[in-house]
Structures are given as C-alpha cells and as structure tokens.
C-alpha cells in the first residue's frame, strides 16, 4: 500500500493537551491539576490533602497494575483529564518493573528506553482518546553553561524525552509577593516550553490554572478573544 499522504490543514485542531508541571515542593502542582477538567487524579504519593474540598476524583495507586487500572476506568469513565502526581513515583515504580521483568537487579540503558517508549505509547493513546495528561513533577538545578537552571526532575532517558514529547512543561513557583505563577516560556533561570499552532510568541507568566493554560495555547485556533482571569 502506497504511503497515505494527509494535508496538514485536514489535521483535526486539537484540543487536548499533555502538560509536565514542574516545581518545588508546596508551589501547588497538585492543586493545579485539580483545575483541569473532570479529572481522575492518580495519587502515586499521597499527596492530597491540599484538594480535599475540590470535589475531584482520587484513585491512589501503589503499583504499575494500579496504574494501569486507574487509566482504564477513567477512559471507560469518560474522565478529560488523567493526572499522573508525581511522575517522579510512577517512573520508579515503572523502571522498577521493567527491571524486574527481566531479571535484573539494576537498570540498564535499554530498560530506559523500554520506559520512554511505554510512556510515549501511554501518552499517544490517551490523546486519540481525547483525554488531557498531566505529569507533575519535582525541579532540580543543573549547570546550564556558567549557570545553573531549573528544571523537572526526571532520570535516565526520561530527562530528554520526556519534555520533547509533551506540548507544555511549565515551571510553577511562588514570587517573592507570594504569588503563585505558571511559566511556559524558557528563561536563563529554568526550562520551559510550549507547543502552539502559532509561531512562538511571547506568553507572559499565568495563573496557575489549567483553563487559563488552555486559553493561552488554543486561543487563535478557537477564534476568541482573551479574557482576563485575574480580574473575573
Ligand atoms: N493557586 C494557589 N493559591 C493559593 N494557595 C495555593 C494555590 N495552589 C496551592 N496552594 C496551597 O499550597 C499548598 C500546597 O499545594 P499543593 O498543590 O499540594 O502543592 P504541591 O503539589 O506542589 O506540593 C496547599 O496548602 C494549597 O492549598
Ligand atoms: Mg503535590
């Protein structure tokens, strides 16, 4: 069979996104992810108090198979939004398993790229099902150059793959005012990105609020004007 050629403007505009939120401890990842809409929230850490009146779906997860099961009943459940909190856990719990699949002790390199595979695979899935995934996760500094930079704290293989795969890593952190704010633009101070159907352009810091998020990236694809959250 002949390769199947598609024009780029038959693409079907898409409106699910799959976002890493990354920061310290406390910045509010998992409160941010109680935004997204109707989510089922994998709590790999237990790490919710802080949602506990957000009148959003938990399921706590200990193990890869509870993961799994997890992910099924929220696409049989028609959930919008899965939430992986953290995967900082659910990364080791799946290593952890790759490994042991093959009797071994240790991780070696292929075993990485087992798990960036199923993890890009997960991904995939879950977008043909139209459904958000949202990845929190740690920072960590690195030297970038001279300087040091934020950014996800991820191992292995993950670290580089991970960002490419997703359409927004977004740095959360707290300004000295104490306000709390989510950049998606890349700094001389921490990584960042964000996937739009438009050329990159300028997005100032947001509220940390995945509505807002999703304004900001679909916001010419959807033909509206912005509106203003901060002063709603
Ligand atoms: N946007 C926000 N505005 C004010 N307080 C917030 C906000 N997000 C989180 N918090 C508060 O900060 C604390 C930590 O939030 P949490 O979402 O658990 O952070 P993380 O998941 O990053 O550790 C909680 O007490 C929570 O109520
Ligand atoms: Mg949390």
């Known amino acids: 069979m002949p390769v199947k050629i598609i024009n780029s403007s038959q693409i079907k505009t898409k409106k699910n996104l799959n976002v890493i939120i990354y920061g310290a401890p406390g910045v509010g990842k998992t409160s941010f992810c109680a935004s997204a809409p109707k989510p089922l929230i ?19 997860a200990k193990t890869v198979f509870n993961v799994k099961e997890a992910i099924d009943y929220a696409v049989s459940n028609n959930y919008k939004t899965i939430v992986f909190d953290s995967l900082t ?14 009797k071994k002790t ?12 199923k993890i890009k695979k997960m991904i995939w899935e879950l977008q043909g099902k139209d459904i958000n995934t949202i990845f929190t996760c740690l920072e960590k500094e690195s030297n ?3 300087s040091l930079i934020k950014r996800p704290s991820l191992t292995g293989q993950l670290a580089q793959a991970i960002p490419a795969i997703v359409d927004v890593t977004g740095y959360l952190y707290v300004t000295q005012t104490g306000e709390r704010l989510l950049s998606i633009n890349p700094t001389d101070k921490w990584y960042a990105k964000h996937r739009t159907t ?13 509505k807002v998020l999703s304004q900001r990236i679909f916001r010419d ?5 912005l509106t203003n959250h901060r002063q709603a």
């Open 144 to 146: 970038n150059d001279d």
């Open 89 to 102: 856990r659910f990364s080791e719990l799946l290593i952890e398993s790759i490994t042991s699949a093959d």
């Open 106 to 117: 240790k991780p070696q390199v292929q075993h990485w790229g087992d798990l960036v595979s």
């Open 221 to 225: 694809s959807n033909g509206g004007e």
């Open 42 to 60: 994998i709590d790999l850490e237990g790490g919710t108090l802080s949602i506990m009146d957000r009148n959003v779906d938990i399921v706590e």
């Open 198 to 210: 438009l050329p990159n352009r300028i997005v100032e810091d947001i509220e940390p609020d995945f």
